[in-house]
């Protein structure tokens, strides 16, 4: 659904040239973001990025129960100013895609301040709205409500309660780390696979056609249109 697609990209859950400053997603450099994820899902995710976020590695290893059948992740996710990629242990490529939502951050050169204001308008105009502040790991966070909860700091979901069609995904940060020491091999493709790229994106939502895919070029548009 194009709603938790949207949800993960902005608060995690992207070419290297602009005419512009890259954009700034976090106010800290570096930092590492450990979660436990319970629910649907029950596992691990792990965030650590570098240059304010142009650069950052996510990787989840977890385990989901579907009719008796347990499927297993163990999957990374890089994002390289505006490019994704994804592998996992049980393939030998890495697959590539943009990233809309960084696309249009690219675009303007957002500072830190702006990605996250920019984020906030998403959600908001997802039907999310702030209902006041609590504490997370001794951090004084947003709280936003709409199909969900979400509790944000400095542009970082520490929180984040997602229930749909009777299915429900909770995951909670468990340690925070800022400013640090992050070793550059970590945002490094791994060597010897081969990369496929993907050209479009399937994305549902009640204003777009379920059986149509959109183009990651559309998805962006259709970001921009939101608030102009």
Same mark, same amino acid.
């Given at each position: 659904?194009?709603?938790?697609?949207?949800?993960?990209?902005?608060?995690?859950?992207?070419?290297?040239?602009?005419?512009?400053?890259?954009?700034?997603?976090?106010?800290?450099?570096?930092?590492?973001?450990?979660?436990?994820?319970?629910?649907?899902?029950?596992?691990?995710?792990?965030?650590?990025?570098?240059?304010?976020?142009?650069?950052? *590695?996510?990787? $989840?290893? @977890?385990? #989901?129960? +579907?009719?008796?059948?347990?499927?297993? %992740? &163990?999957?990374? =996710?890089?994002?390289?100013?505006?490019?994704?990629?994804?592998?996992?242990?049980?393939?030998?490529?890495?697959?590539?895609?943009?990233?809309?939502?960084?696309?249009?951050?690219?675009?303007?050169?957002?500072?830190?301040?702006?990605?996250?204001?920019?984020?906030?308008?998403?959600?908001?105009?997802?039907?999310?709205?702030?209902?006041?502040?609590?504490?997370?790991?001794?951090?004084?966070?947003?709280?936003?409500?709409?199909?969900?909860?979400?509790?944000?700091?400095?542009?970082?979901? *520490?929180?984040? $309660?997602? @229930?749909? #069609?009777? +299915?429900?995904?909770?995951?909670?940060? %468990? &340690?925070?780390? =800022?400013?640090?020491?992050?070793?550059?091999?970590?945002?490094?493709?791994?060597?010897?696979?081969?990369?496929?790229?993907?050209?479009?994106?399937?994305?549902?939502?009640?204003?777009?056609?379920?059986?149509?895919?959109?183009?990651?070029?559309?998805?962006?548009?259709?970001?921009?249109?939101?608030?102009?």
């Amino acid at each position: 659904m194009k709603f938790f697609y949207i949800i993960v990209l902005v608060f995690g859950l992207v070419g290297f040239t602009n005419a512009q400053k890259p954009f700034k997603k976090y106010p800290f450099k570096t930092g590492v973001v450990e979660y436990k994820m319970e629910g649907s899902a029950k596992g691990t995710q792990v965030i650590t990025w570098d240059d304010y976020g142009y650069k950052e *590695l996510t990787v $989840e290893k @977890s385990e #989901m129960k +579907v009719f008796g059948q347990v499927s297993k %992740t &163990n999957k990374s =996710t890089l994002a390289l100013g505006t490019k994704l990629y994804e592998w996992s242990d049980t393939d030998n490529k890495v697959y590539q895609t943009s990233n809309p939502i960084a696309e249009s951050w690219d675009d303007e050169g957002l500072d830190a301040g702006e990605v996250e204001d920019y984020s906030i308008r998403m959600i908001e105009a997802m039907g999310y709205e702030k209902t006041g502040t609590e504490n997370m790991l001794g951090k004084k966070c947003d709280v936003y409500k709409g199909m969900g909860k979400i509790w944000v700091w400095n542009g970082l979901s *520490l929180k984040t $309660e997602i @229930s749909m #069609m009777g +299915v429900k995904s909770v995951i909670t940060a %468990t &340690n925070v780390e =800022t400013n640090i020491d992050v070793p550059s091999v970590l945002f490094e493709l791994p060597a010897g696979r081969e990369i496929s790229t993907y050209n479009e994106l399937e994305i549902d939502d009640d204003t777009v056609n379920s059986d149509e895919e959109m183009t990651p070029e559309e998805m962006k548009n259709l970001l921009k249109s939101m608030f102009e």
